[in-house]
């Protein structure tokens, strides 16, 4: 890597964000996950974050997957909806999604489980550090894009608990310490009209604040080029692990990248999985 990782802050993290502007930036995140251009794209984020599961998780329909800082829901509507599909067509068990997070995002999470039975979610707040297995079946920990927030101390106890009570854990990125994707992250700017024109022109607050001063735009630019000063590289997540006391002899752990829209987007990934 070029340079050292920072611990930077991002708009989106701040207590005083306006809603309408978190919303927007949840959103934009949300809709580009599902993002696929004809004769392009391999896939969409969502799709190739399926792939993943698919390599390196052995029989999925035993797992249950926690989504454990799910914002608004992210993509996991569409993780859902491309696993369960083909585990149908297979004639096996569907896989289980949970919702959870911090603070959490109830009211999104009731129209995405009302829609898809598979998901369900935990109302009250769920600390990463801090999470209890949730029941019998094997738990995989899932981490959309939202690693890169924690600083050392908090990212080192979310890894601790996922080993001492999980059985698997995946962290995905979109971003990384690399010239090119800090080269590619202006366009988010552009992304964030194309949001506000599609899903809320008849809202006057999104549309004076993207179209006449256009702070929506330079907000999800500004937090996206900060977010690629603060993605660990696969390396560094490894360092994470050791701890002292914390028993990885049964874990395997990979990483690796998947070209959804070369040479534009990139979905990262770092994962370990736990053998019985």
């Known amino acids: ?3 050292p990782r920072s611990q930077f802050l991002e708009i989106g993290d701040q207590s005083w964000c306006p809603s309408w ?21 391999r896939g969409s984020l969502a799709t190739q974050a399926c792939e993943v599961f698919k390599e390196h998780l052995q029989d999925l329909s035993s797992y249950t997957v926690l989504d454990i ?23 096996k068990d569907p896989v289980q999604f949970i919702l959870s997070d911090l603070y959490p995002h109830v009211e999104a999470w009731q129209r995405i489980s009302k829609k ?6 935990i109302e009250t707040p769920v600390d990463a550090r801090a999470v209890s297995r949730l029941g019998k079946k ?8 939202c690693f890169h927030h924690f ?18 854990f995946i962290i995905y990125e979109m971003t990384s310490r690399e010239i090119g994707t800090c080269l590619c992250s202006p366009l988010v700017f552009f992304w964030a009209f194309f949001v506000t024109l599609g899903w809320f022109w008849n809202s006057p607050v999104h549309l004076f604040f993207t179209y006449v001063l256009p702070v929506a735009p330079l907000t999800i630019w500004y937090d996206g080029f900060i977010s690629c000063l603060r993605t660990r590289t696969n390396e560094e997540i490894r360092g994470l692990l050791d701890q002292p006391g914390l028993d990885l002899t049964k874990w ?25």
Not at 21 to 38: F, I, M, R, Y
Not at 73 to 89: F, Y
């Open 69 to 91: 800082c799910a914002g608004s829901g992210g993509p996991t509507p569409v993780l859902e909806s491309e696993l369960n599909r083909e585990l149908e067509a297979q004639g």
């Open 1 to 3: 890597m070029p340079w």
């Open 116 to 121: 898809q039975q598979n998901i369900s979610y």
């Open 252 to 276: 395997t752990f990979h990483g690796g990248r998947k070209t959804v829209q070369w040479p534009f987007i990139t979905l990262h990934y770092y994962l370990g999985v736990k053998s019985r």
């Open 138 to 145: 094997k738990e995989c920990r899932i981490f959309n894009v």
């Open 21 to 41: 502007l978190h919303q927007h930036e949840q959103l934009s995140l949300t809709k580009l996950w599902n993002l696929k251009v004809p004769f392009w794209s």
């Open 151 to 168: 600083n050392d101390g908090d990212a080192s106890g979310i890894l601790k608990s996922a080993v001492e009570s999980a059985d698997a």
